[in-house]
């Protein structure tokens, strides 16, 4: 059912969020709700149709220019509907915003050719995008990547692994992050990102597998063996891959992913809530009973906390400021309050929470998968170091602004 937000969003919704607030929850409510317990009790099938109905609602475009066909509607606009829909279902908000992360890349690194061949296919949801960077051997270490591209004329050669890759099986186009310098060269020179289209000869991914959590949405394997695409695929500079990559994390992953673990967070809470004011004791309810009162309070204080600093965050790239430490702390802390709320939660219900096939198991899998996605603790942490140390890092937020101020029509008459 339709929800207010929180007053503290209050100064940075405005009537079109409100109403796109609402309409996500309506959804949610009606088409999402009915999806989850399929979802939950068949694992290994991969969920098509959720990814339809965001499709037909153009979510995927949330954030595309209008000129590509896109909503246009920005950063705050994109956490609602992935927070709103992750609060009935995590796994579908997973689908939504693992597409939207590669969407970013090619929006901002892409040719005008590039552009125009996908973002029109990427705003009407027919074409699903994955990002595919992380390694089965390096994992979250980009620079040791041992996916290689070559160069054979007019054409490259892909051959690598990749792994955990978000949207795995239903991405139409796969941005990916290759090797394209020999050894000895460094990261921040050696890497290449290309497009990929699903149906290359010689892209396979290995079987949809579930994991702990979020089930429904894919985040598997691809192995590339020999696959070759046009020079035209390259998406940015030969060499800046290592830039497209985290550039995308920071403005686009991290965001979606605290987007993801907030709409948990509210489920937690809201299902704990519901079940103390239920549960009889004495002559009342657990919510009569200061312990479990406090722990609710606590919940709900954190809960306070995350929102806050994840609409903060996306306010603060909707009006082209500085904020990169803002889109990291917003994903740290955002994943860490959950996870906190999570533990209180299962405690709260006692042996109620092992129970099958109760909501709040769904809840305690899915969060422990907002953790490693866009970079985990320590990663954000190392980065929010450098911002309380005042050393120097490149703002993406910053330079993407200034990439949209130059775009910007020229307003002086011809
Ligand atoms: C749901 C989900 C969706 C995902 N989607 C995508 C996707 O779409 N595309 C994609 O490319 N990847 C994706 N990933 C992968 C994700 O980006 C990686 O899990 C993450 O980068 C960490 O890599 P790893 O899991 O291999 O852990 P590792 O890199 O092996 O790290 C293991 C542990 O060691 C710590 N560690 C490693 N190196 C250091 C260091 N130098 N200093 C301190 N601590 C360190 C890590 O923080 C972690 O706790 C997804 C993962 C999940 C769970």
Request: charged residues 20%; hydrophobic residues 40%.
């Amino acid at each position: 059912m339709p929800t207010t937000p929180p007053p503290a969003l209050e100064p940075i919704l405005t009537p079109a969020h409100l109403r796109l607030w609402q309409e996500t929850d309506a959804f949610a409510a009606q088409y999402i709700a009915p999806c989850v317990q399929g979802m939950e009790a068949k694992p290994h099938r991969v969920e098509r149709l959720a990814a339809q109905l965001m499709a037909e609602r153009h979510w995927f475009g949330v954030t595309i220019p209008a000129q590509y066909g896109g909503m246009a509607a920005g950063h705050v606009a994109k956490t609602i509907i992935i927070h709103r829909t992750a609060v009935v279902s995590a796994a579908v908000a997973a689908i939504l915003q693992a597409s939207l992360i590669p969407v970013g890349a090619v929006r901002h690194w892409g040719t005008v050719e590039q552009k125009a061949q996908w973002l029109p296919q990427a705003a009407s949801g027919q074409t699903l995008f994955s990002i595919a960077v992380t390694e089965p051997e390096m994992g979250g270490h980009i620079g040791g990547m041992e996916t290689i591209a070559e160069r054979q004329g007019d054409w490259w050669v892909l051959n690598g692994k990749k792994a955990h890759i978000g949207n795995s099986h239903l991405a139409g186009l796969h941005v990916v992050v290759a090797r394209t310098a020999p050894p000895g060269v460094g990261a921040s020179q050696a890497l290449t990102a290309f497009l990929v289209e699903d149906d290359r000869k010689g892209l396979t991914k290995e079987r949809h597998r579930p994991g702990l959590g979020l089930h429904g949405f894919t985040f598997g394997r691809l192995r590339l063996d020999g696959v070759r695409i046009p020079a035209a695929n390259v998406l940015g500079p030969i060499g800046k891959g290592l830039d497209i990559a985290q550039s995308i994390s920071i403005t686009y992953g991290r965001p979606n992913l605290t987007a993801v673990s907030l709409g948990i967070h509210e489920a937690l809470v809201n299902t704990t809530a519901q079940w103390l004011s239920s549960r009889r004791r004495y002559d009342g309810y657990l919510s009569d009973l200061p312990v479990p009162r406090d722990r609710l309070g606590r919940m709900q204080a954190r809960l306070q906390i995350a929102e806050s600093s994840a609409y903060g965050a996306v306010n603060l790239f909707d009006r082209g400021k500085r904020c990169d430490a803002q889109l990291i702390g917003a994903k740290h802390s955002g994943h860490e309050l959950a996870a906190d709320s999570a533990r209180d939660a299962m405690e709260s219900h006692g042996a109620h929470a092992l129970d099958g096939d109760y909501a709040l198991q769904r809840l305690f899998r899915d969060i422990q998968c907002t953790y490693s996605p866009a970079g985990t603790a320590e990663f954000q942490a190392i980065q929010l170091a450098k911002t309380a140390l005042d050393e120097p890092t490149v703002e993406w937020s910053e330079h993407f602004a200034a990439e949209a101020a130059w775009a910007r029509p020229d307003p002086t008459p011809a």
